[in-house]
């Protein structure tokens, strides 16, 4: 079955960065665009970014362009987030995402705390 094992997450000053990983299994991963989302407390899941099956197309949310960076390792079945100057409002959940035939999977989620 299909599984997403996010991780990376963690407690990080402002203006720091990080890496989020997401190891995909149970299926065949480059053939799938990934996504990220994010969900900080009290607030509706948001898109983060995506990546297409080979990379080489990437989108963000608007607020998030220039600082966060998404891209994919086919041979390792594993899509990364570069966070670089964070900020306390990038506090939240973190989870990828695969849309397959009409099913959406997520993984567990990574937490993301930027104190300020």
């Known amino acids: 079955q299909v599984q997403l094992v996010e991780s990376g997450g963690g407690l990080v000053q402002a203006g720091g960065s990080l890496r989020l990983s997401c190891v995909a299994s149970?299926?065949?991963?480059?053939?799938?665009?990934m996504r990220w989302y994010r969900q900080a407390p009290g607030k509706e899941r948001e898109f983060v970014a995506s990546?297409?099956?080979?990379?080489?197309?990437?989108n963000y949310s608007d607020n998030l362009k220039g600082r966060f960076t998404i891209s994919r390792d086919n041979a390792k079945s594993t899509v990364y987030l570069q966070m670089n100057s964070l900020k306390p409002e990038d506090t939240a959940v973190y989870y990828c995402n695969v849309l397959r035939a009409t099913t959406d999977y997520w993984g567990q989620g990574t937490q993301v705390t930027v104190s300020s």
């Open positions: 149970g299926y065949t991963f480059s053939l799938y665009p």
């Open positions: 990546i297409n099956y080979s990379g080489g197309i990437t």
